[in-house]
């Protein structure tokens, strides 16, 4: 199971595509933490005993409440200590207030950490910029060489939009370059896209599909989504449908305020509840929660006979959110993204396999894969540890 904290409504940027647009105020409490983790941890214990519990913080910009941070991750091991009860601890934040104390201290050092960054400068300094509308580059460059250097897993997770496409593989190429290994990158769903721009995000994907082949055939290793996933739902058919998030079936996301919702997308300040199930303080809504949940599985009539469908994120609920304010309404920018990626997807893995790549069978059919390139990594130096 896995705690999404929402620590505050604020943040030291101001995005031009977050769907988490900062607000006035809405810090969470101490008590609400608490509240929020003695709740999960008595799900745990009446469903999945023994589970250890994933405690995300995020915002708004998370490290706006380090202190929170620190009482947090304490509380947390002195519960382990009495109970022996297991927590691990994941942040994504914007990197601005990223500092080598945090990234050594006793307290946080464990925390696996994602950073919001687009890619090169022209695709970052588009969109994520600060309160007086300056870009954002410059300043995380030399974060990103400290965060790499403590955690060189640490994800980088990107946002594409109509403006930036064309900058789309060349930030995959520099996220690359810098370090990263696992580059998550993500459409703008809220955004208007129109058919060139489309047109020009197929020959994008194009051009990292190269790339992918290239990079894998140097044996580098490396993680790219949305090609990951692609591939990984004809190797493993039906995966795409199980990885989605179920709304609030394995993670609970707390507003500030302390309302529980079923995914980030919901959230905001907390000021609408029209999502919400629950309170931190009186528990999990199961009325609510399965309401909403049952609405997530009714499938749209305009997928129920699409050849794709199986392979299709319009599964999520959360994303259709995003998109279109609904929840059983699927994007036309979805199905249209879908098309577009699954097959260069597909001929790009048949490129690899038809090769017997070594590194690609390994990384796509071998279900120990993640623990063996982990164990590999170790002993050849090529990552050092960080603890």
Not at 84 to 113: P, V
Not at 153 to 168: H, L, N
Not at 340 to 354: G, H, N, S
Request: aromatic residues 10%; hydrophobic residues 35%; contains cysteine.
């Amino acid at each position: 199971m896995h705690l999404t904290l929402h620590l505050t409504a604020r943040c030291n940027l101001r995005c031009r595509y977050c769907y988490e647009a900062p607000h006035g105020g809405g810090d969470m409490t101490f008590e609400t933490v608490q509240a929020a983790i003695r709740m999960s941890l008595a799900r745990i214990a009446q469903e999945t005993p023994g589970q250890s519990l994933g405690v995300i913080f995020f915002g708004g910009e998370p490290l706006l409440q380090r202190d929170l941070v620190v009482k947090t991750v304490r509380f947390c091991r002195e519960i382990t200590a009495d109970t022996g009860q297991q927590f691990h601890f994941k942040m994504t934040t914007n990197g601005a207030l990223l500092d080598e104390a945090f990234l050594m201290d006793q307290d946080t050092r464990d925390i696996f950490i994602a950073l919001s960054h687009d890619g090169v400068q022209a695709a970052h300094d588009a969109h994520r910029v600060d309160a007086a509308g300056g870009g954002s580059f410059d300043r995380l460059s030399p974060i990103i060489d400290l965060l790499l250097t403590h955690k060189p897993y640490a994800p980088a997770m990107a946002v594409v939009t109509p403006e930036t496409v064309g900058q789309f593989a060349d930030s995959v190429d520099y996220l690359f370059r810098r370090g990263f290994r696992y580059l998550i990158f993500t459409l703008n769903y809220g955004a208007e896209w129109n058919t060139r721009q489309l047109r020009e995000l197929k020959r994008q994907y194009q051009r990292i599909a190269d790339w992918y082949y290239e990079r894998t055939m140097a044996e580098d290793k490396f993680y790219f989504s949305p090609f990951e996933v692609k591939i990984a739902s004809h190797v493993f058919p039906g995966s795409c449908r199980s990885e989605r998030c179920e709304l609030g079936q394995r993670q609970i996301s707390v507003a500030p305020n302390g309302r529980l919702f079923p995914c980030v997308q919901f959230v905001g300040d907390g000021s609408d509840a029209t999502h919400a199930i629950g309170h931190a303080s009186t528990g999990i809504d199961e009325e609510a929660r399965a309401r909403l949940y049952t609405m997530n599985t009714v499938e749209n009539d305009d997928c129920a006979g699409c050849a794709i469908r199986e392979r299709c994120n319009h599964y999520c609920g959360c994303l259709n959110k995003q998109a279109t304010g609904r929840l059983d309404t699927v994007a036309p920018l979805l199905c249209a993204h879908e098309r577009i990626v699954l097959p260069i997807a597909d001929k790009l893995a048949a490129r690899l396999f038809k090769r017997r790549n070594p590194l690609f069978i390994q990384k796509h059919y071998n279900e120990l894969y993640p623990l063996l390139s982990l164990v590999e990594d170790r002993t050849t130096g090529r990552v050092k540890a960080t603890r």
